[in-house]
């Protein structure tokens, strides 16, 4: 079972905001750096935000990232058809010494 | 351009061994850590290993150690995982990623390579 929490699914309309947290602990979120990804059906991972709040080239502003002790959440603008995926939070445990990755959250376009 | 190409997934038995492969290109490989992370059909993502760039650090999940080795050879920018003692719940999309640090889970993927433990 995932150490990151996510809610299973967001939905909101074209042009509108949604919002997906990701709830961990003192071992991880809170004192590790956290990675965003989206996964469009049938494809790789691909990174969106790293470091908790920071954008690689490529990556539209309307994708945002930030961290509050032991929760992070990434926020979506401007919501589009094609951002329909599948999102995923990442870091690493310091007590596990592994990566983990959150649940998943699947975000809907109505 | 950045690319991380995985080949050697299949079928093997329960039990079996398979080694997967991934050939990075685009990036100076000894200078990132590289990561193994898969993902069961309908599932969500689980992160598996990571090496440093020297290969000298590495770190496994529960699930997987004493049974998967990761390694790299840095004169063939490859990464490699040998999977051994393959169970079921083994069975996977298997993931490469490249990270600035061993304590990242993966800034640049590859495609993915399927394997499946069946009997």
């Known amino acids: 079972q995932s150490v990151l929490t996510q809610p299973p699914s967001v939905s909101a309309a074209p042009g509108q905001k949604v919002t997906i947290s990701c709830s961990g602990g003192?071992?991880?979120?809170?004192?590790?750096?956290v990675s965003w990804y989206q996964q469009l059906p049938g494809t790789a991972p691909k990174l969106l935000i790293y470091?908790?709040?920071e954008r690689p080239s490529g990556i539209p502003d309307r994708f945002s990232g930030s961290k509050s002790g032991t929760s992070a959440i990434l926020g979506i603008t401007g919501l589009q058809t094609g951002d329909e995926a599948d999102y995923y939070c990442?870091?690493?445990?310091?007590?596990?010494?592994?990566?983990?990755f959150g649940t998943g959250t699947k975000v809907t376009v109505l | 351009e950045v690319q991380l190409l995985e080949s050697g997934g299949g079928l093997v038995h329960p039990g079996g061994s398979l080694r997967l492969s991934c050939a990075a290109s685009?990036?100076?490989?000894?200078?990132?850590?590289m990561t193994w992370v898969r993902q069961a059909p309908g599932k969500g993502l689980e992160w598996v290993s990571v090496?440093?760039?020297?290969?000298?650090?590495?770190?496994?999940a529960d699930a997987v150690k004493g049974r998967f080795t990761i390694s790299r050879d840095n004169s063939k920018n490859t990464l490699y995982l040998q999977m051994n003692s393959l169970r079921a719940e083994d069975t996977a999309v298997y993931y490469c990623?490249?990270?600035?640090?061993?304590f990242g889970v993966g800034d640049y993927w590859g495609q993915g390579s399927l394997v499946t433990v069946s009997s």
């Open positions: 990442g870091t690493w445990d310091s007590s596990l010494s592994a990566g983990v």
């Open positions: 003192s071992s991880n979120i809170e004192n590790n750096y």
């Open positions: 470091d908790n709040n």
């Open positions: 685009g990036f100076t490989f000894n200078n990132y850590a």
């Open positions: 090496i440093s760039g020297s290969g000298g650090t590495t770190y496994y």
């Open positions: 990623a490249k990270d600035r640090t061993i």
